[in-house]
């Protein structure tokens, strides 16, 4: 291969590089200031004291029908449909009954039922001791700021949105290894690449061990 056909290569790769870093940079942009905002507030959220999240929570007293569940499952299909609430329960517990000691003496504790609704915007919580005739229901309701930190985190999403992210994450690794691929054949320093990639993760590893 001759002295030209090599520059000619070099400078195909170095343009298909600049092409893919690009375009993953597009996609990713706007994800990405979201992500990188609200991964700020929650970096800084206890060391700044950040008043930043805050929820508007509301308790109520639900009376049950005459006909009442028959299961926790039945439960969450109820309340759902009571509260007019869109998504179905993402967890439901079921605690057997059992018997507890209190004040030393062996006492019967009924099943406890417990049902969660979540979505980015708000979350329910709904807890049912077997035999009465109300469930306890917890609604809070986020602000901007608090919904923001619930999509970054996944709160209530679907699968269609974990995949959108996962691809955010994936055109990261792509940013960042052709970000290097590029340094590489653009500059001829190597030495200062190896240096900031490594002292950059030397410091995540001392820092990440410090706080152990």
Same mark, same amino acid.
């Given at each position: /291969?001759?002295?030209? %056909?090599?520059?000619?290569?070099?400078?195909? @790769? +170095?343009?298909?590089?600049?092409?893919?870093?690009?375009? /993953?940079?597009?996609?990713?942009?706007?994800?990405?200031?979201? *992500?990188?905002?609200?991964?700020? $507030? $929650?970096?800084?959220?206890?060391? /700044?004291?950040?008043?930043?999240?805050?929820?508007?929570?509301?308790? +109520?007293?639900?009376?049950?029908?005459?006909?009442?569940?028959?299961?926790?499952?039945?439960?969450?299909?109820?309340? %759902?449909?009571?509260?007019? &609430?869109?998504?179905?329960?993402?967890? &439901?517990? !079921?605690?057997? #009954?059992?018997?507890? +000691? =209190?004040?030393?003496?062996?006492?019967? %504790?009924?099943?406890? =039922?417990?049902?969660?609704?979540? #979505?980015? %915007?708000?979350? @329910?919580?709904?807890?049912?001791?077997?035999?009465?005739? *109300?469930?306890? @229901?917890?609604?809070? !309701?986020?602000?901007?700021?608090? *919904?923001?930190?619930?999509?970054?985190?996944?709160?209530?999403?679907?699968? #269609?949105?974990?995949? $959108?992210? !996962?691809?955010? #994450?994936?055109?990261? +690794?792509?940013?960042?290894?052709?970000?290097?691929?590029?340094?590489?054949?653009?500059?001829?320093?190597?030495?200062? /690449?190896?240096? $900031?990639?490594?002292?950059? &993760?030397?410091?995540?590893?001392? *820092?990440? &061990?410090?706080?152990?």
């Amino acid at each position: /291969m001759t002295e030209q %056909q090599k520059r000619k290569r070099r400078g195909d @790769v +170095i343009r298909w590089l600049r092409n893919t870093h690009g375009y /993953m940079g597009l996609w990713g942009a706007g994800l990405g200031l979201l *992500f990188g905002a609200t991964g700020i $507030l $929650l970096n800084h959220r206890q060391v /700044m004291k950040l008043p930043y999240a805050q929820y508007e929570k509301t308790n +109520i007293e639900l009376q049950l029908p005459d006909q009442k569940p028959s299961s926790a499952k039945a439960l969450g299909a109820w309340l %759902q449909a009571e509260l007019s &609430i869109k998504k179905s329960p993402l967890k &439901i517990e !079921d605690e057997p #009954a059992k018997k507890v +000691i =209190w004040n030393g003496v062996w006492v019967d %504790q009924p099943a406890l =039922w417990k049902v969660d609704f979540h #979505a980015p %915007q708000y979350s @329910v919580t709904a807890e049912y001791w077997v035999g009465n005739q *109300f469930v306890s @229901v917890k609604r809070q !309701d986020a602000n901007t700021l608090a *919904f923001l930190n619930r999509l970054h985190k996944g709160v209530g999403m679907n699968a #269609a949105w974990i995949l $959108l992210v !996962d691809s955010l #994450a994936g055109a990261l +690794i792509v940013l960042s290894l052709s970000g290097l691929l590029l340094w590489t054949k653009m500059r001829k320093s190597r030495l200062l /690449m190896t240096g $900031l990639t490594g002292g950059s &993760i030397l410091l995540a590893l001392i *820092f990440s &061990i410090s706080s152990l």
